[in-house]
């Protein structure tokens, strides 16, 4: 028997099972791919998950592979910067004041790597129901039952443990989709002065600029009812509209996505517990999903080795509590917030951020939200 078994190599699963190996608990990660997922997602990492990277002792790799952003920008469309927050007035509360930009398919290999030998990852197993048992939880997979003690659900946004368990996931869908594309473009050449992670107002046509190690990406809203391959038709010129070079930009990859915000009512169902994107979504606008999952999956991880070192249940329950709490009162609303920001043209807030980026103090409250440092205060 595995004493936990994860659902989900991902980097919320992945981190899970480093966690608990860490805590010398076995464990076994079930993952449907065949192999790490490659995809394009979240490519920013916040301050404290950076510590806890550290504290698991894969920082280092993850810092050679990603960049050091020490600002981001917000700008106006077509009248360039409105303000630049600089998180070196985060020196006193983290030891790592800086977003590192990279993608989580860079994090998920170093993690695997990471693991030692009593935690294994076994690829080619499809979840697909769990039942309780008197010895634990039966796993059934698509190559057979594996038994539990404890289950993580870390399979993200359509979790078949969350729907197993029948626990709903309420919340709404936004009324735009989100198209990223990845441009082999020099953006800083393009657009003098923007920092490698900028938040562009415009009622109409917001949009993000975020560099990577590879290279730069955009982010833009788009209708929710017009056909994929108009969309894509149309990228051309809604980039030349953001830069003109003088002739197409080179567009390495471009994707259509529906954005939603959902939370599922628990994060612990007995001897199931919920992370990550399995348990609650968010929009991508500060780079919230992939961190809160992170942090999810130490929070939970560490109550759960604890409970298994003899630490009474309640404690597990009083992390799951909180970390839906996160969820809901941090990830989500400032998430929003930042989706309905964008869209305003408002003078009162850009010159309320420009008194922000004028004053470190102000600054580094607002940073200490943005950042999740703030939702991590006050942990059982
Ligand atoms: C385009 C895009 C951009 C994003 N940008 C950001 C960003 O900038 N910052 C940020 O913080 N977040 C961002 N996010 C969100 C972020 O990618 C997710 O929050 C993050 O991937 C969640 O990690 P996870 O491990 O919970 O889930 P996932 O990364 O989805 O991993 C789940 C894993 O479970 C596996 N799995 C699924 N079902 C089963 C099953 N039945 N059995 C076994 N295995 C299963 C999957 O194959 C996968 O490997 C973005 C998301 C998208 C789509």
């Known amino acids: 028997m595995s004493a936990v078994v994860v659902v989900g190599a991902g980097p919320v699963g992945l981190t899970a099972a480093l966690t608990l190996a860490r805590r010398g608990v076995h464990v076994t990660v079930l993952e449907q791919g065949d192999k790490l997922a490659t995809e394009s997602r979240a490519s920013t990492f916040h301050p404290p998950t950076l510590e806890m990277l550290a504290e698991l002792g894969v920082l280092k790799p993850l810092l050679v592979r990603g960049i050091i952003a020490s600002t981001f920008q917000y700008r106006e469309r077509g009248g360039g910067e409105i303000a630049t927050l600089d998180l070196s007035v985060l020196a006193e509360d983290t030891a790592y004041p800086f977003r590192v930009q990279c993608e989580q398919s860079r994090l998920t290999p170093i993690l695997l790597s990471a693991l030692p030998s009593h935690a294994s990852v076994r690829f080619g197993y499809r979840v697909e129901g769990l039942y309780p048992s008197e ?164 929070h939970l991880a560490t109550a759960l080795a604890d409970v298994l070192s003899g630490a009474p249940e309640s404690d597990l329950d009083t992390v799951a509590t909180r970390r839906r709490t996160v969820a809901i009162d941090h990830v989500q609303r400032t998430s929003h917030d930042n989706w309905q920001r964008l869209r305003t043209q408002d003078p009162a807030y850009h010159d309320h951020l420009r008194a922000l980026a004028a004053s470190p103090t102000a600054a580094r409250a607002y940073l200490r939200r943005a950042c999740l440092l703030d939702s991590l205060e006050n942990q059982p």
């Not at 473009?185 to 917001?206: S, T």
């Not at 600029?209 to 982010?219: D, E, F, I, Q």
């Not at 149309?234 to 259509?256: E, I, M, N």
């Open 135 to 298: 010895e634990g939880v039966i796993v059934h997979t698509s190559r057979g039952p594996v038994l539990a003690d404890w289950v993580i659900g870390a399979d993200g946004a359509h979790s078949a443990v969350r729907r197993t368990l029948g626990a709903g996931f309420d919340g709404s869908t936004y009324p735009e989709r989100f198209l990223v594309a990845s441009v082999a473009e020099d953006l800083e050449a393009a657009l003098p002065g923007i920092a490698p992670i900028n938040y562009v107002f415009d009622p109409d046509e917001w949009l993000v600029l975020l560099r990577t190690p590879a290279h730069w990406r955009v982010l833009l809203p788009t209708p929710t009812d017009t056909p994929d391959d108009d969309e894509l038709s149309r990228l051309p010129d809604r980039l030349t509209a953001v830069a003109d070079l003088g002739r197409p930009w080179r567009l390495l990859h471009a994707s259509l996505y529906q954005v939603h915000q959902r939370v599922t009512e628990s994060f612990r169902h007995g001897r199931v517990l919920l992370a990550g994107d399995a348990a609650h979504v968010n929009n991508p606008l500060g780079g919230m999903g992939m961190n809160s999952g992170i942090h999810d999956a130490v």
